[in-house]
C-alpha cells in the first residue's frame, strides 16, 4: 500500500490494530465475565496496544540477531504476542483462571488460563499480518 517501508508506519497500523482488538474486549469483557472491574478492562485496552506497538517495533528483525535464522513475520509477530501473554498469565493468574471460570463454567475444556496464550498468538499473527502489509518489515524500514 505505502511506496517505502517504515518503522512509523508500522508501529502506528500496530498500535491501532491492537487498540481495535483492545476496544473489543474492554467492550465486551463485562458480557463475559460481569465480575471484572474496570481495571482489568482497562488493563486489556492498554495491553493489547501496547502489544501491536511491540510486534510494530521487532518488525525490523527478520533474522534472529544469534542464531542466524530467518524469523518471517508468520513466525515472529504470534511468538511474540504468545510469548507476552503468556507472561501476563503467568502473573496474574488467579485473575485471569477467575475470568475464565466465569466464561466457560467450572467443568468446560477451556478453563485454564493458558488459552490466553494462544488468543496472543492469533491476535499476534492478525497484527503483525497488518503491520507487515501496511508498513513492510526488516532493516529497510528503518532506512534513511
Known amino acids: ?4 517501508p517504515s518503522l512509523m ?4 497500523v500496530g498500535k491501532t490494530v491492537g ?5 473489543i474486549g474492554f467492550f465486551t469483557l463485562p458480557y463475559f465475565a ?12 492498554l495491553w493489547y496496544t501496547t502489544l501491536g506497538a511491540l510486534i510494530g517495533v521487532f518488525g525490523v528483525f527478520n533474522w534472529h540477531p544469534i542464531l542466524k ?6 513466525f515472529r509477530a504470534p511468538l511474540l504476542g504468545a510469548w507476552m501473554n503468556f507472561v501476563l ?17 467450572a467443568d468446560g475444556w477451556l478453563t485454564s488460563p493458558f488459552w490466553f496464550t494462544a488468543e496472543g498468538a492469533l491476535v499476534g499473527l492478525v497484527i503483525g499480518f497488518c503491520a507487515t ?12
Request: no cysteine; net charge neutral.
Open 89 to 105: 498469565t503467568f502473573f496474574a493468574f488467579d485473575t485471569m483462571q477467575t475470568m475464565m471460570i466465569a466464561m466457560f463454567g
Open 133 to 144: 502489509k501496511l508498513g513492510g518489515e526488516g532493516k529497510e524500514t528503518v532506512a534513511a
Open 19 to 23: 487498540f481495535i482488538i483492545g476496544l
Open 9 to 12: 508506519t508500522r508501529i502506528a
Open 69 to 74: 535464522l530467518p524469523m518471517p513475520w508468520w
Open 34 to 45: 460481569p465480575e471484572a472491574g474496570w481495571m482489568v478492562r482497562w488493563g486489556i485496552l
Open 1 to 4: 500500500m505505502f511506496e517505502r
